[in-house]
């Protein structure tokens, strides 16, 4: 798990989450507790339950982003704030690019009602693990630009064009 500074540790202090999260416990543990037992058996039931775990993760980093220890923590990936590094990770997973196994060990200490720092501290090694796969997960190669290259014809001079 990532460490903490102690100006990190203090901007926590400051601005606790003090029971902000705690409204997410009951639908974090549906989520989790469906992942746990792997019931999927149909097509319908992999898309509702990808939908639980969207809504799920997604409540869960809006809740963080708007907490004020969000705004004051400076990211480790960026020259931006960790609100940013949630709303970058809040835009994938509504995208359904954030597979939930690396979103649960946040999930459980959330679940836990563990302490502010070890959340935040999920918080940073979910976006370090994000990033990490990002990084080493190679673009897409595209042949748009071989197969649509136009063919170069010289189809007649300017004479002929003025003819037109």
């Known amino acids: 798990?990532?460490?903490l500074s102690p100006a990190e540790k203090s901007i926590i202090k400051e601005h606790p989450l003090a029971g902000s999260l705690?409204?997410?416990?009951?639908?974090?543990q549906e989520a989790e507790t469906i992942y746990e037992s792997h019931q999927t058996s149909?097509?319908?039931?992999?898309?509702?339950?990808?939908?639980?775990?969207?809504?799920a993760l997604s409540k869960l980093l809006h809740a963080l982003q708007g907490g004020d220890a969000a705004f004051n923590l400076?990211?480790?990936i960026a020259d931006q704030n960790?609100?940013?590094?949630?709303?970058?990770?809040?835009?994938?997973?509504?995208q359904g690019h954030l597979r939930y196994d690396h979103c649960q060990p946040?999930?459980?200490l959330v679940i836990q009602n563990a302490a502010d720092t070890d959340i935040w501290k999920a918080v940073y090694d979910l976006v370090a693990t994000v990033t990490r796969t990002e990084r080493s997960t190679p673009p897409?190669?595209?042949?748009?630009?071989?197969?649509?290259?136009?063919?170069?014809?010289?189809?007649?001079?300017?004479?002929?064009l003025l003819e037109l």
């Open 106 to 108: 946040l999930v459980r």
């Open 42 to 55: 149909s097509d319908t039931a992999i898309n509702s339950l990808d939908q639980l775990y969207q809504n």
């Open 82 to 94: 960790v609100d940013s590094d949630l709303a970058d990770l809040f835009k994938r997973i509504r």
């Open 140 to 160: 897409p190669r595209s042949y748009l630009s071989i197969l649509q290259t136009p063919r170069s014809r010289n189809t007649g001079s300017l004479t002929n």
């Open 22 to 28: 705690s409204n997410l416990c009951s639908l974090l």
């Open 1 to 3: 798990m990532a460490e």
């Open 74 to 76: 400076r990211s480790r």
